[in-house]
T-cell receptor
């Protein structure tokens, strides 16, 4: 148990669906992250929030839309996804937004786009 | 460009020792992380090295040579539960994390 909870664990959606991924952390951290993990590829940083403000958006397509309503919760809203978006989506948190801070990850949402 | 290299897969025997290497070429260096990720689970922190040398934590040790752009993770007295992927990540000069693709370690009885 890392203190970071993600739901759902698995999600299958069609290309025309709209769905949301949820992440919650009970660690009192101020920074939260969305990562994409594809098989045999490095983790790809998608979005970073620090104190509920988006501080990084790494050229992610607009079909992915993050939301951070408070420092404990992070969402990733999905719409009109493509099959190549199928991957494991990991949420992480850290005490502050500093590169040398260790990350606490959730178990991820395994997404399949049909 | 920035690059982290680690073997895709390794196999070792229960009770043995295995060394997982990580070489990096990055714009600057502000530390190197190792994370462990069991299949279907969250990556979890193993170690952080910022100075040259070996740091030991129980059965796991991590080594860093900044001049060679090289690190390794040493796992001793291997147990079946050590079967997992091991992720190497470097903090660059902009304090961005650069990730390797991970090494899948398979432990055989």
């Amino acid at each position: 148990e890392t203190g970071v909870t993600q739901t759902p664990r698995h999600l299958v959606m069609g290309m025309t669906n709209k769905k949301s991924l949820k992440c919650e952390q009970h660690l009192g951290h101020n920074a939260m992250y969305w990562y994409k993990q594809s098989a045999k590829k490095p983790l790809e940083l998608m979005f970073v929030y620090s104190l509920e403000e988006r501080v990084e958006n790494n050229s992610v397509p607009s079909r992915f839309s993050p939301e951070c309503p408070n420092s404990s919760h992070l969402f990733l809203h999905l719409h009109t996804l493509q099959p190549e978006d199928s991957a494991l989506y990991l949420c992480a948190s850290s005490p502050v937004r500093e590169g040398h801070e260790k990350l606490f990850f959730g178990s991820g949402t395994q997404l399949s786009v049909l | 460009g920035q690059n982290i290299d680690q073997p895709t897969e390794m196999t070792a025997t229960e009770g043995a020792i295995v060394q997982i290497n990580c070489t990096y070429q990055t714009s600057g260096f502000n530390g190197l992380f190792w994370y462990q990720q069991h299949a279907g689970e969250a990556p979890t922190f193993l170690s952080y090295n910022v100075l040259d040398g070996l740091e030991e934590k129980g059965r796991f040790s991590s080594f860093l040579s900044r001049s060679k752009g090289y690190s390794y993770l040493l796992l001793k007295e291997l147990q079946m539960k050590d079967s997992a992927s091991y992720l190497c990540a470097v903090v660059d000069s902009n304090y961005q994390l650069i990730w390797g693709a991970g090494t899948k370690l398979i432990i055989k009885p």
